[in-house]
């Protein structure tokens, strides 16, 4: 780790953080200085008591997450305090951290907006949603606002691909979108009211947006045609 910020000459830092500009990396790890919260010190030790000692480098990821969500992303601070608590090269956790989209190395907005273009939410219009956002937001990929009230991404398979296309905003997904229907979405987060998640066009779930069309009679109770088998002893109906 120690190699690690000595190769960092500086790192960008926003406004939210007041820096006014530049930081020093070394400096900034104890500007930033990280503990977990009393309340997260309790999520990281029940976390590891499904852990036995040896393997607590298994709540890598959980721990990172919850670093995260105090913090609102990862800083060098973090993912060292992280290590430390499960015993683990500093190093390989900065390297995990890396890895998944799901962390954020530098400050992110208060609303993550991640929208799918992968093949099916492309096919149902995934790219103009992203560039809707885009025009609206006044960013590209990884951008954050000045404001740091949204950054927006471009991600690839929510695994909601019969409600295409999707984004998600933070831990919520808002599916079956248009254009205006994301024009709502964004107009309520500006003013700091979070829409409720789900399908947009009025449908439930990933039903048909007509109805059922399977499954419509109420499922035969328990048991059904059960004495229909064969008997064991006469191989006979009963």
Excluded at 171 to 197: C, T
Aim: glycine fraction near 6%; charged fraction near 25%.
């Amino acid at each position: 780790m120690q190699r690690l910020l000595r190769g960092c000459r500086s790192m960008h830092m926003s406004s939210v953080l007041r820096t006014g500009g530049q930081m020093d990396a070394c400096a900034m790890r104890d500007t930033l200085k990280f503990e977990f919260s009393a309340d997260n010190q309790r999520r990281v030790k029940a976390l590891l008591a499904w852990y036995p000692e040896p393997e607590w480098k298994g709540a890598l990821l959980p721990l990172l997450d919850i670093a995260q969500r105090q913090q609102g992303w990862l800083s060098i601070s973090a993912v060292q305090a992280v290590a430390e608590i499960i015993k683990v090269d500093p190093m390989k956790a900065f390297e995990a951290a890396q890895f998944y989209t799901m962390f954020f190395m530098k400050p992110r907005g208060k609303y993550v907006v991640s929208v799918c273009t992968s093949t099916p939410c492309k096919l149902r219009g995934g790219d103009e949603i992203f560039e809707a956002c885009k025009k609206a937001l006044n960013l590209v990929h990884g951008q954050t606002t000045p404001d740091m009230q949204f950054t927006l991404k471009e991600d690839y398979c929510m695994g909601a691909c019969v409600n295409a296309p999707v984004l998600a905003v933070n831990d919520d997904m808002y599916e079956d979108l248009d254009e205006k229907s994301l024009a709502d979405i964004l107009a309520k987060l500006r003013s700091d009211k979070l829409p409720p998640a789900g399908p947009q066009n009025g449908r439930c779930a990933s039903e048909p947006k007509g109805g059922p069309t399977t499954l419509k009679s109420p499922p035969p109770p328990p048991g059904f045609m059960m004495q229909d088998l064969p008997d064991p002893k006469t191989k006979k109906c009963q």
